[in-house]
């Protein structure tokens, strides 16, 4: 047969948008040439609701560059927030084990494990004061999702210390 009579078609995307279409419609073939079609415009859409159980856990590979300025690097115990459209990272500890980080000049790599936070808006710096002259002067963050490979830069260049702790950028 030829002629398709399709009611509507419903299309749901991986992270829980469901996009409907109405058609209502003959869709023929009887040409048999099959080069005739119809399009149908969405009649409705459930919102950009993302349940948390169908998001995957995303390897982010966080780049933090410390300013090349007198003290701005720091041994305090440095932690990071990233804001993204499904939500946040919660406070992640930035560790590596024996290495100094954090220190003037210097870029230092992380992988943080996290569930697919989508576009990304905004990150939160914070640290612990430990350590002498704890204020931190960091430079720049960049946020990699390895998945899309895509990247983000949020320019920090505000001392991060005692009075200015837990900064938002951008
Ligand atoms: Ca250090």
Not at 17 to 40: I, L, M
Not at 54 to 68: F, H, N, Q, R
Not at 80 to 85: D, K, N, P, R
Not at 115 to 127: F, N, Q
Request: glycine share 10%.
């Amino acid at each position: 047969m030829g002629r398709w009579y399709v009611e509507d078609v419903t299309i749901e995307t991986g992270n829980g948008g469901q996009y409907k279409f109405d058609c209502h419609a003959w869709v023929s073939n009887e040409d048999g040439t099959n080069t005739r079609g119809r399009t149908f415009e969405c009649s409705a859409t459930k919102g950009r609701t993302v349940s948390m159980s169908s998001l995957i856990p995303i390897k982010y590979e966080v780049t933090v560059v410390t300013a090349d300025e007198k003290g701005a690097g720091t041994d305090a115990n440095v932690k990071l927030t990233i804001y993204g459209e499904n939500g946040d990272s919660g406070s992640r500890a930035l560790k590596q084990r024996f290495r100094d980080l954090f220190e003037r000049k210097q870029t230092d790599k992380f992988t943080l494990e996290i569930l697919d936070l989508g576009e990304l808006t905004k990150i939160r710096l914070e640290h612990d004061d430990g350590g002498f002259n704890a204020d931190w002067l960091c430079d720049h963050v960049i946020v990699r999702n390895p998945v899309i490979g895509q990247s983000w830069t949020f320019v920090c260049r505000e001392w991060i210390g005692t009075k200015k702790a837990g900064q938002l950028f951008p």
